[in-house]
């Protein structure tokens, strides 16, 4: 069929007359518009659809924005009309040669939409300015609106300055020349696109603009932004922003937080305006979202799903609910130690922390924080964070947690994302939200200089909070009761598979992993607990047991030390100790500066827990040598859910050697099931308990996340078995229903001979003499692709590149035995990590990496 443009058929593009009703025209006048329309393709098909889209372009774009969503109907035979305007002066509709403000535009819609006869059952769907023309027009037709989609926009300017590119885009000096005269304007919104627009479809999008006189539209576009209280289209915008609040209608933003424009802080003032929505954010996409990611996918999935649908994965504890609070308000005349910091020395007893907590809810209270709304803790773990996180909790504030682990960029990354509306931060943590703009109100954990404090734009510091707080009379404070079902906290994953993901636990959640953990492991009232693992630091007083974090940096588990695990638990006398497994790997190449009192108090440690990632028998069985009166456990689970499954040192000998990592059984109140893959390597959606069968590992249990924050396509693909949440990970359940973890979903190798789990072939590779930790990853396409062996070696290799011929012919050897055969082993000094665990092998850089060296191109380093 005919293209007028790439993308789009000649059959799409309709002209039709239309009378106007706005009144910049006066009675009469009827102005010829340009839409792209699929109804005749649909006609032609014999499809009569169940809706209709109507997509409101912004400045300076046309119609061609909307391109996807047709050819996304057509290719899926779906029954949708949409209908993509060009508003008059734009695109290939008629230059009318009048000044049409924001009213004038909304009114001009509404005369395309009656002319055109759509009925009822329309979905908007805007960008840029065209959301809030597409809303005004909602807002005054609720009776006929059935759905809302909008793209990067925004409805208000909420306060802020008008952003630079447009502040520049309307200064008087610049506005004819960069608007109208030239075609500047144009190609700075196309160049926002990432990655760049292809040549012919920046050609089409500039199509429309080919002469001053046809720009016309787009220099008043620009001059007619009502960021000013005072200019002309304010009181249309005042009044369009406070009707969105009325829409009960389902909402869907897709967005691209790269946006120089339409930044994060529109949206989160969208989100305040219209609560239903579903949002998900593309991360590394721009203004251009369209042009940046595909959102015809997810529009048609989420117009054809259940406003219900959105955490279907949640299910509801059996027991009775107890609040995260609980243990420690029962403790407040209790004297007993709760909370030990070990550097600089400090402690509280179970009555101090909890009045502690308490005026430090009263003092955040005083400055405006309520339930609902995100607190940042940019915080080490310790007595300030645990007090942070209750008082937090006791006002149903919900806590946003993200490792400074992350880097700079990923931090920001996840900051920006949260949307938190306050932010608490150590002075480096403050320094990072000045100088990268981080969102939220200011409050400094320590105490600052006036010059320091007013640089950093802290408005109060936690000192002042609590002396706020405290000179509130005990009985004064309204702690209402926190909603079961509310958020409680987002806490950000690692990183380790892509950027770090928000997950949403709501307050009934983290009361059932606080159970979980309790009846799994015997955690109770009158444990002393050692987290060295950082997602534990928050459990301790909810479990009532006494806790202390041991003198390290959290973010970088390597910086444990025998010695400081060991005055960890001298300080507390502890009988449990979490950590990650490079953690106690250095805490066993340390193990040599112990003293007998050291080596002492870990022999009276009961349990001894290691989380975060697999574990090798070898290496517990050394860290059992440390603690020889301990139970040795090593949870599988993740930050969606944790833990899913455990087993102890014993356990991991009986099972033996397999096809993966054994993880064990199930812990209290979960059920782990499987979805076999194909041969492709995709899984399937039906859970099955089939012995070795392998596929995707799925999970139910009441301590599972309640959803991925602002990431709906991320949210819907894990929780698309209802019930389940699909981890990820891949393995198989063996005869005697253990769960045997064989590595990444993402990982999966897809060769001729089919579907090739990694860690049964990486642990056959290091098994060889001279080797260290070793990758399989895939080259080539899908169904197609060649194994190949990445590995470091003992010692490490002094560069980067082929494994010597010696080396590599062992390591094919090891590996057949597995049934794998391997293309090629390259060698490196050390493979790349995340940042979070050190342990959790970045195979997606590695395959790349493998692919361009293999290729004959310059071998650098991942």
Known sequence: ????????????????????????????????????????????????????????????????????????????????????????????????????????????????????????????????????????????????????????????????????????????????????????????????????????????FMAPYTSAEKRDGVANFVADIPFDPQHPSRAALDGISEAVRSLTVPALMLWGPGDPVFSDRYLRDLMGRLPQAQVHRFEGASHLVGEDRDIASPIFRWLDSQPEAAGSSRVQGSGEYRPMLAEMDSRQTDQGTAVVDIHPPRSLSWAELGARVNALAAGLQQIGVKAGDRVNLLVPPGIELTSLIYACLRL???????????????????????????????????AGARMLGWPGTRIAAGNLSAAKRKVLGVAHTLDELLEAGRRIPADAPNFAPADPDADAAVLFTSGSTGPAKGVVYTHRQLAAMRDTLSETYNLKAGSALVAGFAPFALLGPALGATSVTPDMDVTAPRTLTASALADAAVAVNATTVFASPAALANVLATKGELNTAQRKTLAGVELMLSAGAPIAEPLLAQVQELVPNAKVHTPYGMTEALPVTDIDLDGIRAAGHGNGVCVGTAVAGATVAIAPIDELGVAGDQPQYTPNATGEILVRAAHVKDRYDRLWITEQASSSIPGWHRTGDVGHLDDEGLLWVEGRLGHVLSTPSGAITPVAAEHAAQSVIGAGRAALVGVGPAGTQAAVVVMETVPAARKAGPASSELASKVRAAVASTGTDVAAVLVLPTLPTDIRHNSKIDRAALAQWASATLAGGRIRTP
């Open 1 to 204: 069929m005919t293209e007028i443009f790439p993308g789009v058929k000649e059959i799409y593009s309709k002209y039709l007359s239309v009378p106007s009703t706005s009144e910049v025209d006066g009675q009469g006048a009827t102005y010829r518009w340009h839409v792209l329309d699929n109804q005749e393709e649909l006609a032609q098909r014999g499809i009569t659809p169940v809706g209709t889209l109507v997509c409101v372009h912004g400045n300076p774009t046309w119609s061609y924005l909307w391109r996807s969503l047709f050819n996304h109907v057509a290719d899926h035979h779906l029954a949708w009309r949409i209908v993509a305007v060009d508003q008059l002066d734009m695109g290939f509709s008629e230059r009318t040669g009048k000044f049409r403000r924001l009213a004038d535009r909304v009114n001009d819609l509404g005369d395309l939409i009656d002319a055109l006869d759509l009925g009822d059952g329309i979905t908007t769907v805007g960008h840029d300015w065209g959301g809030v023309i597409s809303l005004g027009w909602a807002t005054a037709h609720q009776e006929r609106l059935e759905r809302v989609v909008l793209t990067n926009t925004a409805i208000h300017p909420a306060g802020f300055q008008l952003p630079s590119a447009l502040k520049l885009a309307s200064h008087p000096a610049v506005h004819s020349w960069g608007t109208k005269t030239t075609r500047a304007f144009l190609q700075v919104t196309h160049s926002l696109a990432q990655p760049a627009l292809a040549p012919e479809v920046r050609k089409a």
């Open 396 to 430: 149903g504030a919900v806590i946003v947690v993200a490792d400074a682990g992350l880097g700079t960029k990923g931090l920001g990354r996840a900051i920006k994302g949260a949307g938190p509306s306050f932010l608490v931060g150590i002075d480096r943590a403050l």
